[in-house]
């Protein structure tokens, strides 16, 4: 069966510091990829950052990073210098070329204090 | 001009009634998804489409039905709508984007749906 886990409900950082949202995942389909959204309180959802599961090296998108971690499958998601914007949802999910769909965590939310 | 709009943004009905939610594109994509979004629970989908003559149920679509009218449209309707169908809801759309992206998905702005 696949699925996307996030661990963490909540999470507090300071600003101007990094922060790591947890994600795990489980599938057996070798061509996969990892996506992070988030979710501000207005509600839309804002694509952040893909890793494909055959790409090298890990992918980065301004201040966020993905580190992955193929064998322990694991993507999880990195803000560096965080900023008060950053408070959100943060969703987790990932596609398998198996099965053309999209499985979502259930999400992280980031307070990013003053 | 948004890529992905949906409409109605907000919406309050009572239950019984039939009521269409409606989507369209503008980033030239064929495939298609309805999602609803409860708290805690994450994005659970509902439909998806790969073109207009493909329709497929995603893992909650009891309650629901789903038109694609056009490359571009995607309508998701609630027959006789319940109060356990208040949720928000999103239309996404995606196409595989060889290089960087693999196959993202845009999501619209969402529609917040509640049943009386």
């Known amino acids: 069966a696949q699925k996307i886990t996030q661990t963490q409900p909540g999470m507090f950082v300071q600003e101007k510091e990094a922060v790591t949202l947890d994600c795990t995942y489980d599938?057996?389909?070798?061509?996969?990829?990892l996506f992070w959204y988030k979710q501000p309180s207005s509600g839309e959802m804002i694509f952040l950052i893909y890793?494909?599961?055959?790409?090298?090296q890990n992918a980065t998108e301004g201040r966020y990073s993905l580190n992955f971690q193929k064998a322990r499958k694991s993507a999880n998601l990195v803000i560096s210098a965080s900023q008060l914007g950053d408070s959100a949802m943060y969703f987790c999910?990932?596609?398998?070329?198996?099965?053309?769909?999209?499985?979502f965590g259930t999400g992280t939310r980031l307070k990013v204090l003053a | 001009d948004a890529d992905v709009t949906q409409t109605p943004r907000n919406r309050i009905t009572k239950t019984g009634k039939r009521i269409m939610l409606e989507c369209s594109q503008t980033k030239g994509h064929d495939r298609m998804y309805w999602y609803r979004q409860d708290p805690g629970l994450g994005l659970r989908l509902i439909y998806y489409?790969?073109?207009?003559?493909?329709?497929n149920k995603g893992e909650i679509s009891d309650g629901y039905s789903v038109s694609r009218q056009a490359q571009a449209k995607f309508s998701l309707s609630l027959e006789s709508a319940i109060p356990n169908q208040t949720a928000l809801y999103f239309c996404a759309t995606s196409d595989l984007e060889r290089g960087t992206k693999g196959e993202t998905q845009y999501f619209g702005p969402g529609t917040r749906l509640l049943v009386l």
């Open positions: 999910a990932f596609f398998t070329s198996g099965t053309y769909k999209y499985i």
């Open positions: 489409s790969f073109d207009v003559k493909d329709i």
């Open positions: 890793q494909g599961s055959y790409d090298q």
């Open positions: 599938t057996s389909d070798p061509s996969y990829g």
